[in-house]
């Protein structure tokens, strides 16, 4: 019986064992932190599709509120008159500084010609020109609505957006911590300046249906500092 003793003591202090017990401790403790990092993982991709549902329902909201404020414009008395053209700019005016991303706003005529624009400082050259001359650029979208008397359509507004300022408040929120990239019909026509495809561990994506200007996909990754 003493002689078994002494084995066992002999087995539980050599190298053997030390071995397999260090092994085994850290096995546990890998084991542990790759469950950790897999909780972290699944909490990080669940926040990061939260929040792109957020953004992309605050933005569809937002364009819709442009969309509805240059559809009362339309129908707005003042249109009827160049006599009002002066409230006009200063409603247009209003409407620009209120909404982010919305940078232009063009009265135009039944014949598609330039009547006044908003800002007209830097367009001034556009001023009873045909609206076919206005260009605009890959990061700007545009739209058009008629102004609709009943009985004809007495001429348009026209409004540009620029994708840029328009995510401007969700670029904010999300700061370093995560990087967005919008695109259209498979071609992205903004990221944010964190933007780094090949740093994306996993993306959510959302889509933003725009009516009459299509269809934005949201997409959302965290960055190295989440």
Do not use: C
Request: glycine content about 4%; hydrophobic content about 45%; charged content about 20%.
């Amino acid at each position: 019986m003493l002689i078994h003793t002494d084995s066992n003591k002999s087995f539980f202090t050599s190298r053997l064992f030390l071995f397999m017990a260090g092994f085994l401790m850290l096995t546990v403790t890998f084991m542990v932190w790759k469950f950790y990092e897999q909780t972290k993982l699944t909490e990080l991709a669940s926040n990061t599709g939260a929040l792109a549902r957020v953004y992309a329902s605050e933005s569809q909201s937002q364009f819709q509120s442009i969309e509805d404020a240059l559809e009362r414009m339309a129908k707005t008395e003042a249109l009827r008159g160049k006599k009002d053209l002066v409230d006009w700019e200063k409603d247009a005016a209003i409407y620009t500084n209120i909404y982010e991303g919305l940078t232009t706003i063009v009265w135009v005529n039944a014949e598609f010609e330039i009547q006044s624009i908003v800002p007209k400082e830097e367009n001034a050259q556009y001023l009873d020109q045909n609206l076919g001359n206005f260009k605009t650029a890959d990061h700007e979208i545009d739209l058009i609505i008629p102004i609709d008397s009943g009985s004809e359509i007495k001429g348009f507004i026209f409004a540009i957006i620029d994708i840029e300022p328009f995510f401007s408040p969700v670029v904010a929120d999300i700061q370093n911590e995560y990087m967005l990239q919008i695109s259209m019909e498979g071609i992205p026509i903004y990221h944010s300046p964190e933007w780094d495809a090949s740093q994306e561990r996993f993306v959510a994506k959302q889509l933003i249906v725009i009516k009459d200007a299509g269809i934005w996909n949201l997409s959302l990754a965290p960055t190295d500092n989440n």
